[in-house]
């Protein structure tokens, strides 16, 4: 073989590597710039907590007084609504929510979870999917507020398993008898008064 047929040869395996290589560079940029389905979105990051200075205010007769900001992106586990108790009056739904691990299906789909009396709980056969402290921190029972009409219309086409992206106050509530509920502070507890009490602002529904 001559050494122009070589010369040939290696100009041409070059053209063809560089063609391919901007082909492939271009489909990157493509599948960058591309929406991203929520199939393929990264699992739920743990809720933003801040503080806040806002004062107190009244609604149906209660004190509402903001504790923290609050917003999350989790994944629904369950939903229950109630009508009865001085809580519905204001807070008719209670969402169980997981994130990061507690947002994959392969994760919270072996455990058996409910809600019930303002509680959620869960449990498992043999051994947790994950270790029972990072249930504990990574997934919450919260009771929702809706602070207008709009909130209220779109939690109630919450669903299980849908994401969603909440952002408000945890709030405490107190009434003129002397009731008072109080939101949690910390995604570390567990058990009675573990609950987050969320005053919601906006609620979106991921499809």
């Excluded at 929520?38 to 149906?60: D, G, H, I, M, N």
């Excluded at 979870?113 to 959620?120: A, D, F, H, N, V």
């Excluded at 997934?139 to 709009?150: K, L, Q, R, V, Y």
């Amino acid at each position: 073989m001559s050494l122009s047929t070589v010369l040939k040869i290696a100009i041409a395996l070059l053209i063809a590597f560089f063609a391919i290589e901007k082909l492939r560079v271009h489909r990157a940029d493509q599948r960058l710039r591309s929406p991203v389905s929520t199939a393929q979105q990264p699992l739920a990051e743990s809720p933003v907590q801040t503080a806040t200075r806002e004062a107190p205010f009244v609604r149906e007769g209660y004190e509402i007084k903001p504790l923290a900001n609050f917003a999350v992106r989790a994944r629904v586990l369950s939903r229950e609504d109630y009508v009865l108790g001085r809580e519905a009056d204001l807070s008719r739904t209670d969402l169980a929510l997981g994130w990061q691990r507690m947002a994959d299906p392969a994760v919270y789909g072996p455990l058996n979870i409910s809600q019930g009396g303002r509680w959620y709980r869960y449990s498992w056969r043999d051994q947790p999917p994950i270790p029972l402290q990072e249930i504990i921190e990574s997934s919450a029972n919260m009771h929702m507020i809706a602070a207008d009409a709009t909130v209220e219309r779109a939690l109630s086409k919450v669903r299980k398993g849908q994401f969603v992206r909440i952002t408000g106050k945890l709030v405490e509530v107190s009434h003129a008898s002397g009731w008072r509920w109080t939101s949690s502070l910390t995604r570390s507890d567990s058990g009675a008064r573990a609950c987050e009490l969320v005053w919601v602002e906006s609620l979106q529904v991921e499809d």
